[in-house]
């Protein structure tokens, strides 16, 4: 399995949870996230969503890119599972700062690879 990154107006986010609650969503909510400052369930500012990208078989959205560090100089990929959009501006991540922050370090191209997407799984996961 590879992720990539959406572009399109056609591919959109579902089963993304928003305002609490689990809902199908349409093709301009992939443009929702994007922009949005992302933060932990504590509200910690982490930094902010730059890509979305989707599972290439399920079309289903697997990671977000994050802009952090000072002046947002470094990206972080972090799950999109069990976030939630929190009003206008702001998106409720299911992982800490810290998680993102010390994620692995993959390149943002195009493409997640199955080894960098493995990677990350593994890191998550633990």
Known sequence: MSCTSSR???IGLRGIQQEGETAMT???????YIR?????????????????YL??????PEWILVETGLFGTRQS??????????????VVLAVSKDQVKDAPNIDPDARI???EEDALRQYYSA
């Open 8 to 10: 399109g107006p056609d």
């Open 26 to 32: 349409t093709p301009q909510d992939n443009e929702q």
């Open 36 to 52: 949005r400052a992302a933060v932990d369930a504590e509200g910690n500012r982490i930094g902010k969503i730059t890509k979305v």
């Open 55 to 60: 599972d290439d078989q399920t079309r289903q």
């Open 77 to 90: 990929f972090a799950p999109i599972r069990g976030s939630r959009l929190d009003g206008e501006q702001l």
């Open 113 to 115: 690879s199955e080894s």
